[in-house]
């Protein structure tokens, strides 16, 4: 079966760096865009960062940019999340997932992890 696996959660202090790994396997993911989203307490799920299948081209949403730092390896089935001077607001469940579209007001998600907890204390 098609899986997706996050790893690499975790409490952290603020201004701390955590890496999180999305392990795909079932199937080739080397052409599907890749990424991240999270949701907060209390809030929405909300877009994080993606890659594009040869890992070319990334996004990241605007509270991130300068601080998260997406890639994937070269057989393009793992993502990796790197996640430096963390904030409070960083605090959600970081979700692993693969889709054709990943961005914008409607994305389209083929595969979701099943997430992976990330607590940033003050």
């Known amino acids: 079966q098609v899986q997706l696996r996050e790893s690499g959660g975790g409490s952290v202090q603020a201004g701390g760096s955590l890496r999180l790994s999305c392990a795909a396997s079932?199937?080739?993911?080397?052409?599907?865009?890749m990424g991240w989203f999270r949701r907060a307490p209390g809030k929405e799920r909300e877009f994080v960062a993606a890659?594009?299948?040869?890992?070319?081209?990334?996004y990241v949403r605007d509270s991130v940019k300068g601080r998260f730092t997406i890639s994937r390896d070269n057989a393009g089935n793992t993502v990796y999340l790197q996640m430096n001077s963390l904030k409070p607001e960083d605090t959600a469940v970081y979700y692993c997932?693969?889709?054709?579209?990943?961005?914008?007001?409607?994305?389209?998600?083929?595969?979701w992890g099943q997430g992976t907890q990330v607590t940033v204390s003050s």
């Open positions: 997932a693969a889709g054709p579209k990943l961005t914008g007001w409607s994305p389209v998600i083929d595969y």
């Open positions: 079932g199937r080739s993911f080397s052409d599907y865009p």
């Open positions: 890659i594009s299948g040869n890992g070319g081209s990334t």
